[in-house]
């Protein structure tokens, strides 16, 4: 464990999630009796904690809750080590402990890498437990996996996750393994068996072992991430698995609400392997399966306990899996694209009025990306409004408002639109998504640049950045992101990459989208960026053909009807501007982004290569790749060469860095006809964006000089 608090001496502490510094007291000897609970674990407080000083916070914190270290190398989450952090419930309202499934303490740990969290209650008493591993060693020997034992720890665990082996609830007495990915009796596993004859594999008996390497279960049917170590039973005659958990499914299924089926009748375990389509997903299997004789329903082992009612990422409203679609007309599943077999289950939108439809694969595949709900009423609206109404016309539209990221000294913005002639000359951006007003900041992409300006500053705003909730679920992932602004900070975004000023919306700690990504939509229309529509695909990792970029973890936009080549957009490109300024390539017009088709068909091969030149860095560009282009002026450029580095920090923009009289940096770009200035720390030329402090004439590289 490492990152303690910053300690005075024994009885001070300042600790980062409060304001004001804490005193080592004994609660039991304050004069006022009155019960107070810890704010990191929830629990009460008694004899020596940590107190505030300022009677009107009440706050405490137990001495081992207090001093508990910021990065844990945690026993159960060793696979992202150094990035398993403590945080706040308030900024993780959405994540569940992974081995509880509670939402209890005030404190946990994240991991900032996955999804990984405990409470704090579940760590503390597993960290006490480091020095208790225990090992299963397999027959040979050759394979070790450490288990956490522990005993009396939480009635609901018990309640809540069943035994690995035998599926029965869990006793008090428990085995937990590394990223509680199985839980065990201590019976189970004190006679848990190296070698089994399984009914799915009557051939060779099954042995087995543990290891990270990528198998695939021949009853859930799925394969897992080569990082997870696992146990599996094996045949190594037939490379057949099958996992530990998945080896004795239970064969009937009848309690509805301890396994979350939905259907009227029990379902029985069928063993033998025959080919079959599941009923309530739509695909084949060919393994293990349960049926309903009442129904001739045929299903995957996991299908049998899918959630009734889920909430997707990409989707407003929640979605009900039906085994049997009532509208028989064809249907696009809104994920994939691919059709919707209707006489098979998938998951549909319960508004009436909505034909949204998902196959059941496509809304469930990563559990980062839906909520299994409860109530099927789910409340959709939330008082988020970013803004207050001052005035408004006689249409309705709010004409002055107050935005709430903007509330200095009762600065008021009034509702302007820049005509046709503003549109080629005004050089403001927006101080939300940094891009020219002169570009809507709609997320349809209206025609008409409505803009908010403050009536006290230079402060602006799109109409479509204004009205931004301060809320919002966005479709990358399933948790809640709050609008916000660093007004002296830089941040880098988590889906274009980019680092920006403005405002961004926050998922926990670890992710910041900034507004154009944010208002990105998921499905983009035909013509907007392609010739046939494009949708975001998690799972797409092509190459980017916009750029010729390699496309990591994050994901792609695709094209499902360009059958003779795959189209793949990164979010960069997806969000680029559609039309920007540039003086060194055009200085009386702007430049479009070509995107996709080519007016170079009708010039020879000569004047092709002429044309296929960057009017910036005058080195050949990739004519299948994207670019800017004056039609009138006929002179084109790569974009990142349009862009220039740091396009989206915005000039003027506060920096926490000072000069040596202490007064804020400010954010500055030499422009295209100017000498560059000379950096007052290394004494070199800045050729692009810099720092300065104007009064001083101080200026410096940024983020650091080359």
């Known amino acids: 464990m490492e990152g303690k608090w910053e300690i005075d001496d024994v009885l001070h502490l300042k600790h980062r999630f409060h304001q004001h510094p804490l005193t080592l ?18 629990q009460v407080v008694s004899g020596q904690c940590f107190s505030c000083a300022n009677s009107d916070c009440n706050y405490h914190l137990h001495q081992k809750c207090a001093q508990l270290p910021f990065i844990n190398n945690h026993p159960l989450h060793l696979k992202h080590r150094g990035y398993f952090f403590l945080g706040r419930r308030h900024a993780y309202p959405e994540y569940a402990c992974t081995l509880c499934k509670e939402k209890s303490s005030a404190f946990l740990y994240v991991c900032g890498l996955c999804y990984f969290c405990l409470d704090i209650n579940c760590a503390l008493y597993l960290s006490n437990k480091v020095g208790e591993n225990f090992f299963y060693q397999s027959k040979d020997e050759a394979h070790q996996l450490a288990f956490i034992f522990f005993e009396n720890h939480k009635d609901k665990l018990i309640k809540i996750v069943p035994c690995s082996w035998c599926h029965e609830p869990l006793a008090d007495s428990t085995y937990v393994s ?6 065990l009796h201590k019976s189970c596993f004190d006679e848990l068996p190296t070698q089994i004859d399984h009914p799915c594999h009557r051939t060779h008996p099954l042995m087995l072992e543990f290891d990270n390497k990528n198998r695939f279960c021949k009853i859930c049917q799925e394969g897992d991430d080569y990082e997870q170590n696992l146990f ?67 299903v995957h082992v996991n299908c049998a306990s899918l959630p009734r009612t889920i909430k997707i990422s990409r989707h407003d409203h929640p979605l009900s899996h039906k085994y049997f679609f009532n509208n028989k007309k064809e249907h696009d599943c809104q994920v994939c694209f691919e059709q919707v077999k209707t006489e098979y289950g998938n998951y549909q939108c319960l508004k009436a009025d909505c034909n949204y439809v998902a196959h059941v694969e496509c809304a469930t595949l990563d559990p980062s990306l839906y909520d299994v709900i409860e109530d099927e009423n789910l409340g959709e609206d939330m008082d988020c409004s970013s803004f207050r109404v001052i005035e408004q016309n006689k249409d309705g539209e709010a004409t002055k408002i107050r935005h709430f990221l903007h509330d200095e000294d009762e600065h008021d913005l009034v509702l302007l639109v820049l005509d046709d002639q503003m549109k080629q000359h005004d050089s403001r951006c927006c101080d939300g998504c ?53 007004k002296n900070d830089i941040f880098d975004c ?37 010739k046939h529509k494009v949708f ?57 982004l070509i995107t996709y088709g080519t007016e170079q068909e009708e010039y020879s091969e000569s004047e092709q290569a002429y044309c296929n030149i960057c009017e910036i860095c005058e080195t050949k560009r990739d004519p299948k790749h994207w670019y800017y282009h004056c039609a009138i002026c006929d002179t084109s450029a790569h974009p990142n060469c349009v862009l220039g580095n740091y396009p989206f920090i915005k000039t003027s923009a506060p920096f926490w860095f000072s000069c040596d009289n202490h007064h804020r940096l400010s954010f500055a770009r030499k422009k295209i006809y100017e000498c560059p200035p000379q950096c007052s720390e290394c004494a070199k030329h800045c050729q692009d964006l810099f720092l300065e402090c104007a009064p001083c004439n101080y200026i410096r590289h940024y983020p650091y000089c080359p």
């Open 25 to 42: 007291v004994d609660i039991n000897q304050s004069e006022e009796k009155v019960a107070a609970n810890c704010q990191g674990c929830g």
């Open 178 to 183: 590394a990223e509680c990915k199985f839980h």
């Open 536 to 592: 975001f695909d998690h799972r797409c990792l092509e190459q980017c053909n916009a750029c010729g970029r390699s496309i990591d973890e994050m994901g792609s936009f695709r094209c499902k009807d360009c059958n003779s080549s795959s189209f793949t957009l990164d979010f960069a490109c997806v969000t680029l501007p559609p039309t920007i300024e540039h003086k060194s390539v055009c200085d009386q017009h702007l430049l479009q």
């Open 232 to 298: 599996y039973y094996h045949c190594v005659a037939c490379n057949f698995d099958i996992h530990l958990q998945c080896i004795w499914p239970r064969p009937v299924i009848e309690d509805h609400k301890r396994y979350h089926i939905h259907h009227e009748h029990p379902f029985m375990l069928h063993w033998r392997r025959d080919s079959f389509t599941c009923d309530a997903c739509g695909t084949n299997g060919n393994s293990a399966s349960y049926v309903c004789c009442a129904c001739h329903l045929q």
């Open 434 to 486: 940094v891009v020219s007003l002169s570009i809507s900041g709609s997320a349809e992409g209206s025609d008409r640049p409505f803009y908010y300006s403050c009536l006290k500053c230079d402060f602006v705003l799109h109409k479509g950045c204004a009205v931004l909730p301060k809320k919002k679920h966005h479709w990358y992932h399933r948790f809640l992101n709050t609008l916000q602004s660093d």
């Open 494 to 530: 988590n889906l274009c990459g980019h680092s920006c000023s403005g405002f961004y919306y926050q998922s926990g700690i670890r992710m910041k989208l900034c507004l154009r990504c944010a208002k990105t939509p998921s499905i983009i229309k035909s013509g907007q960026v392609h």
